[in-house]
């Protein structure tokens, strides 16, 4: 047997004994990130009030949904954690937050966990609460639009 026939035949063998070899292995961009549960977690704001929307897509185990206010916004009756116990098929649930905001930009983050394919997996989401300050804050100087469109405030010079 000739070295050609031997490389040829090594190179064959490698390629559909190590499929890795030949470029074909699964791979993963950095943008991926970490796995996530499969769980879609959806927040409406209005006045002191998050309504948040979960729904849970396929069969899990001990779901937990816990929720904290951070940057100074406080959850009325303080911190959640509740038991959504265990789900077996897709299904959605509606739970609604009281807060107050702080003075500066705060955030209420909401964290879903539990068993996914018998892998404890988690899905966590912010909502920005801005600040009361941000709502008291009224400039009297004139807005005036940059040559892109952009807001410009011209502050007086004393």
């Known amino acids: 047997m000739s070295l050609l026939k031997i490389c040829l035949f090594l190179g064959l ?3 559909t004994m190590f499929p890795g070899c030949a470029g074909n292995a699964p791979t993963r961009s950095a943008a991926d990130g970490k796995p996530a549960a499969p769980v879609q977690v959806e927040g409406n704001l209005s006045g002191g009030t998050l309504v948040l929307k979960l729904t849970i897509n396929g069969p899990a185990t ?3 949904l816990v929720a904290a206010g951070l ?3 406080k ?4 911190s959640l954690q509740q038991n959504l116990g265990n ?6 649930f509606s739970r609604t937050l009281q807060y107050e905001a702080a003075e ?3 955030s209420i983050t909401v964290q879903v ?3 996914f394919n018998g892998h404890m997996m988690s899905k966590v989401q912010d909502f920005v609460i801005p600040g009361t300050s941000f709502f008291n804050s009224k400039s009297s100087a004139p807005l005036q639009r940059g040559a892109e469109g952009e807001p410009l405030v011209i502050l007086p010079a004393d």
């Open 62 to 64: 001990s779901v937990e």
């Open 113 to 115: 966990r539990g068993l």
């Open 87 to 92: 789900v077996l098929s897709t299904s959605s």
């Open 71 to 73: 940057g100074g916004v």
């Open 13 to 15: 063998f490698a390629t």
């Open 75 to 78: 959850l009325t009756g303080g």
């Open 104 to 106: 500066q930009e705060g």
